[in-house]
């Protein structure tokens, strides 16, 4: 049983609901990045450090009351190591879709799809769960448990790659090709970075749920 | 002086004892894994990933606990990060391991086997250390001062191991060779990981043991 | 307003001093080691160790401080925190110079120039705040301001270097020269992090002034 919401409790919710919604904003970028003819990337990686740029100011906002409320919701660890995983969704999001313009992989393999595809629906699972913070009901159990089973998906899309990229005589054919090769692996290393980040925000909304329940 | 020791926090020191053994299978079973001739090595690495869940586990009921009981034996903060430490030095050592037989890394480099042996050692010594945070003498001071010497070593290794991989004329030979080392790096690199995060656990021994004691 | 600092207290900040001017010692080998010519680089490379070690014992001395004082100017985690980005920074930047001369990288492109003095100047800025923090007055915003600009200016350099290993053909006349271009980025990687480093220094200042002003 929660006690009730002071106006400044229900300030660090907003935040946090805010940041939720950002990063539904930034995955779907990053879709929309990915699926653009090579082109029209740049724009997307443009409006995606725009959104970086806001969500980096919920952080601090957060951060900032953090250090300036006397009584906090959560603990105040929590509150810090909850918000700073959720900008590390968001700074690996848009690294990753910084790296694919910068180093202009034109052609990327098929299951980096999958790898962004499941970062959506992690940032939409997230972005459900941070007002239900509030009332820490029963169904926020649902949230880390189908985070989990999404990172385990992102893996494996990963180290699908991973073995393509390796053992594909097409990344072997020339220097030019081993550099491609590099510049792939970067990208999908910081995909998996984001899919690592939602698992690392699940283990701190189970532990939040843990101590408030 | 300890205060007595509550069933509480009996479950608390069981699960660090079991985090330590799980650490000396998964380093044995890495250990196994390169010595083992390359069709064998998968056998290995599931074993290995097997061992990585069961060392989750233990780490996610510590986390459990952690945030359902109201007096812990330690600082709540402080078994946090024991309990994360210990966590990241199985994940590097099966991460590791799949590498290796993801990568078809046949051909091992010598000093490989340098740090996984230190991996081993340290393993080894967090096994016998996690019983005597109850107690908490002086012992555990050869603890970190063990550990840190084995760092070094595995510091050591890899270094003469990037220097091979870079200076070597046989992964220059041709775009194939580049790749190989690319791969070897990978796996050096995560073996690296592994010995410091057995050294952020031995900097958190010694936290508890200077608090404690 | 502080209350007036106890002798302990003089202990910590003595110690946050000393860790700010070990981090300028080292930005200032690392700039001499990148300008001098090759086979002289290490003896800069040996000396930025010494200065790594020094600047270990500093986080240490902090730590065990922190340990075993029962009252502490800050919040005991902010202090570990603070401590632990000092350390971070070091750490990367004798990282950088131990692989600028470890990788026989003898031509380094010349916006590397660009990230160490950076690094340098975030350093003499740190070194300079530190003294500060007693006192937690207005223009220790300044502060974390100019690291944010500086961090900026190192992420610039850090793309259009990464650019230019991905672009150039240079970096694709043969699979020696791709090596010669992954030794460059691993160099580069390092000094982006000893950059962030900086800024999460700047973010645990912030923390600090706002919780204590």
């Not at 660090?12 to 930034?26: E, H, K, M, P």
Request: aromatic share 8%; with cysteine.
């Amino acid at each position: 049983m929660r006690f009730r919401l002071t106006p400044r409790d229900v300030a660090f919710f907003d935040l946090f609901a805010a940041s939720g919604s950002q990063l539904v904003v930034g995955a779907d970028l990053l879709a929309q990045l990915i699926a653009a003819p090579p082109p029209d990337r740049l724009r997307f990686a443009e409006r995606l450090r725009d959104a970086e740029h806001e969500a980096d100011q919920s952080a601090h906002e957060i951060m900032r009351r953090l250090n300036q409320t006397f009584v906090t919701p959560f603990d105040r660890d929590d509150i810090y190591r909850l918000a700073s995983a959720l900008d590390d969704c968001m700074d690996a999001m848009e690294a990753a879709g910084d790296l694919i313009v910068l180093y202009q992989v034109d052609d990327l393999p098929e299951e980096v799809g999958t790898q962004v595809a499941t970062l959506q629906r992690a940032a939409e699972l997230t972005a459900d769960v941070m007002p239900k913070l509030r009332t820490m009901g029963e169904e926020v159990r649902a949230y880390w448990i189908e985070i989990n089973r999404l990172e385990n998906e992102a893996d494996r899309a990963y180290r699908d790659l991973l073995a393509l990229l390796f053992q594909s005589p097409k990344y072997q054919e020339s220097p030019a090709a081993v550099i491609e090769m590099v510049k792939l692996k970067d990208v999908i290393d910081t995909l998996e970075q984001a899919a690592d980040s939602f698992e690392t925000v699940a283990h701190q909304v189970e532990a939040l749920f843990l101590k408030e329940s």
